[in-house]
């Protein structure tokens, strides 16, 4: 399968991505710095880095992109900086979200393309009866109000669930939400839920980016495991 990664420079994009390949996919990665990218990746026949900065690319260059994948995979994120939490472009993934999905239904290849959002546990399913308490809702309205980045990871699972929906005749999803991230060098056990089991905000649990890499990899090759999620937004958390 040939799978786009956005955001595949970013601490977990860059770890599915050598996951993507050792699984034997070929890889369309978007970066903004190849020559950076180059230093960290090893090389392979399989991966095609694509330098850009995603929301720069014309319709047709992002169709281009798309085209032939079975699958695409946005782990974009905002840098932890004040340019990054508070500069443009605020809604980054969410109009990302929005401009590859618009460029997977322009193809037309008339084969379902698997969508996998990367988000956070503070952004509750609305689909399912996941209820915060009143402390909670009160701590995340203020993180929504003063760090955008809360806003737009709400607003790119919002759009999947009710702009692509769970019956789009070429768009198929999955909104993975990690909780704390933490690196690790090694896969380690881990547990999936259909909701948060504990507080995002008072009880938070940790994942590691690479088990979120190892999950999301699994979703896009395995058949059955991708039907178990299709359309929902599991939560993972590292086994304790």
Not at 106 to 118: A, C, D, F
Not at 135 to 147: F, K, S
């Amino acid at each position: 399968m040939t799978i786009l990664v956005a955001g595949a420079s970013g601490a977990t994009g860059r770890l599915l991505v050598e996951q993507l390949l050792d699984l034997g996919h070929d890889v369309r990665a978007i970066v903004r710095s190849p020559e950076r990218f180059s230093k960290i990746m090893k090389e392979s026949e399989h991966l095609t880095v694509i330098g850009a900065t995603l929301l720069d690319l014309s319709d047709e260059e992002m169709a281009r992109h798309v085209s032939g994948c079975g699958a695409v995979v946005s782990c974009l994120g905002h840098n932890l900086t004040l340019k990054g939490v508070y500069g443009q472009p605020r809604r980054l993934v969410t109009d990302s979200t929005r401009r590859l999905c618009k460029a997977i239904r322009t193809n037309k290849s008339g084969k379902m393309t698997r969508y996998v959002l990367m988000n956070t546990t503070g952004n509750r399913n609305r689909d399912l009866n996941e209820t915060f308490s009143l402390a909670e809702r009160g701590v995340i309205g203020l993180i929504r109000l003063l760090l955008p980045p809360q806003a737009d990871n709400e607003a790119a699972a919002d759009y999947l669930r009710m702009q692509i929906g769970q019956k789009d005749p070429a768009i198929e999803w999955v909104a993975v939400r990690p909780d704390s991230l933490t690196d690790e060098l090694q896969v380690t056990p881990y547990e999936v839920h259909a909701s948060p089991i504990r507080s995002a905000i008072f009880n938070a649990g940790k994942t590691s980016r690479i088990n979120v890499a190892q999950f999301m990899a699994d979703l896009i090759s395995r058949e059955d495991l991708w039907n178990s999620w299709k359309g929902q937004m599991p939560v993972i958390y590292n086994r304790e």
